[in-house]
């Protein structure tokens, strides 16, 4: 009996010293466990806080764009605007024209009925363009021989050539007296004609005399001929 209670305190003295071995087991996994746990955490939070970082950066990307989008708007809303404003004048500019061509054309045509015989003469010419209307006069036809007297037949004649002022108040006569080759003094000769045929039109056809302007001029193509030429002050322009 002896024997068999000394191996029981034996068996006991040999479980109770194995203790130590299992706690040492058991902390060296929970270590274990712990490691694992903090390698896969930190990184976790690494990548979190880097995902959290790109999409601060897309966020303000996001917003750039969205104000460039803006400006953008604005700016196409302005050319547009303008677009539109270029547009009307331009449409009033064809308008204006249009006008104006009608308007000298049918001038032209009053003009060739009313001076007909001495078109069909070659003594006068009419033409007409899309910004003025040309009435050009044999020189020689109009005036006396070396003077500024107006020859009596045309100088009547003169009055059926002004339709177009009559017609449109916008129109102004230029009166274009060639020099004379051979004369002394040229420049006076012709001046003195071109007030000739402006005082002419005011006592016997009552043109308005601030839309008269009379000058001479040495242009070649010009020689032998007195023009009369119907124009607006100013030409039609986009501006207003």
Do not use: N
């Amino acid at each position: 009996m002896k024997d068999l209670a000394d191996l029981d305190l034996d068996e006991q003295a040999l479980i109770k010293k194995s203790r130590p071995w299992g706690w040492f087991a058991a902390g060296v996994a929970t270590i274990g466990l712990l490691g694992f746990a903090l390698g896969y955490t930190v990184p976790l939070q690494r990548a979190h806080a880097l995902l959290v970082g790109q999409h601060e950066a897309l966020a303000q990307k996001a917003r750039e764009l969205d104000h460039a989008l803006g400006k953008a708007t604005s700016s196409l809303t302005k050319t547009e605007g303008e677009r539109g404003g270029l547009e009307q004048k331009i449409t009033r500019l064809e308008d204006a024209r249009q006008h104006l061509k009608t308007t000298l054309d049918a001038a032209a045509a009053t003009i060739k009925q009313q001076v007909s015989a001495f078109e069909k003469a070659k003594i006068v010419q009419v033409q007409a363009t899309g910004e003025q209307v040309d009435v050009t006069i044999q020189h020689k036809a109009l005036f006396m021989p070396r003077s500024a007297k107006l020859a009596p037949q045309l100088a009547k004649a003169l009055c059926k050539m002004l339709a177009p002022l009559s017609q449109d108040k916008a129109l102004q006569l230029d009166i274009t007296v060639p020099l004379l080759e051979g004369e002394k003094e040229p420049w006076k000769t012709a001046s003195e004609q071109g007030a000739a045929i402006a005082q002419e039109l005011c006592d016997r056809c009552d043109a308005p005399k601030e839309r008269l302007r009379a000058g001479a001029s040495a242009d070649p193509a010009a020689q032998g001929r007195v023009t009369l030429r119907f124009a607006p002050k100013s030409a039609p322009t986009l501006e207003p």
